[in-house]
């Protein structure tokens, strides 16, 4: 499912694992954004608002999920490079386990927290039950969501990025029918309002969850469940060694969201509303980001564990060039599109109108974010995220919030999201210092 990164041309690599994940980013972006679309089209500006008060609090639940993904497909990419199928298994049943142990209590207790995190955030009145709602089907779901989450990202430890395609394929199809099914109440089905979204969602991705098991097992796949227990809590220890670094990085980012949707809040239910429009297509035009990140530390994990680390040069070098055409492509498309894709959501003229000028404000930062990507995500690939988080932190920290904050008094709504921009600019200064000056000077390290 991998090759050493000396067998083919890297852009070849690149694009073997590149394409497919971005395919599979594409399908995880369609999946919110079809649900936006219905809620949107079908329910009204207060419903997309009520859905978009959640998201900073979900992203900052996923920070934890992302931060253990990324330490168990760094150890897994190492394990695969080195040809040690065994411990492979080991650290993925490990990782599994300990996502279970993260997100059942979030499930749990989380119906009791939303409204007091809601309404901390600012929530309008107006849309609070909604959002209440909404948000506490999705925390009973949060086990099933980051289970797949983890999957995903540990098949692409052992260069599979296919199987995440196909999964988010069947579990986007089956949202894309259940949604309207269940707000509409098609063939006598219950009519769920807002609810619907999160209802579709976590049942298509329990489906999808089946799916990928059976299928992992018929392929013989090296990640496919087994009944004898695999367990290693030795693996443990690694795992939160690069999964809280960079935890704690996605929560800097989460936590910088909340602030800046407070702001967001107090210009009224349309801004809150086109923060939800502009954080959907964003998230389009970021999975190139996200997938390049991801590759560039699958190949350089791969490379040190077949002690092959001069291989990381041309590694960033590459990767660098790509997210230039492959993320600037996608930005170039979303300038283009922007009034057609925020109507897609906002159905009143004036608040998209206003929508797609805040979203061309901030589009161009994100070709350098997919530089900031690679950077870090070559770092990754040996363990190295403690240096890495702090100096996104501080971009976050001492540049973005500050200056959205600033000039939010000053400019109103678009001091936001120049905010935004500024901090995009910040971290890849400080990333590309810290690899230039300290990174590139010293062997890579293979972890244990």
Request: glycine share 10%.
């Amino acid at each position: 499912m991998s090759s050493s990164p000396a067998s083919r041309p890297l852009w070849r690599l690149y694009l073997g694992i590149l394409l497919p994940m971005m395919l599979t980013n594409v399908l995880q972006a369609a999946s919110g954004t079809l649900d936006g679309i219905w809620i949107g089209q079908l329910l009204g500006l207060p419903a997309i608002a009520a859905v978009s008060a959640f998201f900073p609090i979900l992203f900052l639940a996923l920070s934890l999920v992302i931060g253990l993904s990324s330490g168990a497909a760094v150890l897994i990419g190492q394990a695969w490079g080195a040809g040690d199928r065994p411990r492979v298994r080991r650290i993925a049943a490990t990782a599994i386990v300990m996502m279970l142990a993260l997100s059942l209590p979030i499930a749990l207790f989380g119906h009791f927290a939303v409204p007091g995190l809601l309404q901390a955030l600012g929530t309008p009145m107006t849309i609070l039950p909604a959002a209440i709602d909404y948000a506490r089907l999705i925390t009973v779901g949060c086990p099933v969501i980051f289970l797949l989450w983890l999957v995903t990202s540990m098949s692409r430890g052992v260069g599979d990025t296919v199987s995440p395609l196909f999964v988010l394929l069947l579990a986007t199809a089956l949202s894309l029918v259940a949604t309207p099914a269940l707000i509409e109440g098609w063939a006598g089905l219950p009519r769920l309002g807002i609810a619907s979204a999160a209802v579709s969602t976590i049942g298509a991705y329990a489906l999808s969850l089946l799916w990928l098991a059976w299928h992992w097992r018929r392929r013989r796949h090296p990640l496919a469940p087994s009944l004898s227990p695999a367990f290693d809590v030795s693996f443990v220890p690694a795992i939160l060694r690069i999964g809280l670094p960079t935890a704690g990085q996605m929560m800097s980012l989460a936590v910088a969201e909340l602030v800046l949707l407070g702001l967001v809040n107090r210009h009224g239910i349309g801004a809150t509303a086109s923060y939800g429009a502009i954080n959907q297509i964003m998230s389009w035009v970021q999975f190139p980001v996200m997938s390049l990140g991801i590759t560039a530390t699958v190949l350089a994990s791969h490379s040190i564990g077949a002690g092959k680390p001069g291989a990381i040069g041309p590694i960033l070098a590459t990767g660098l060039r790509l997210n230039l055409v492959t993320t600037g492509a996608f930005v170039v498309a979303a300038y283009l599109l922007a009034p057609v894709a925020i109507g897609l959501f906002i159905t009143d003229s004036a608040t998209a109108l206003a929508a797609a000028g805040l979203l061309r404000i901030v589009l161009w930062s994100v070709v350098l974010a997919g530089w900031s990507a690679v950077l870090s995500g070559v770092m990754r690939a040996d363990g190295t995220v403690l240096v890495p988080m702090v100096l996104f932190m501080a971009a976050i920290a001492l540049v973005e919030v500050p200056l959205a904050c600033l000039l939010d008094a000053k400019l109103g709504l678009s001091g936001i999201w120049i905010g935004y921009a500024a901090g995009f600019a910040a971290n890849l200064l400080f990333q590309a210092c810290y690899y230039r000056l300290v990174w590139s000077k010293r062997p890579a390290r293979l972890l244990t």
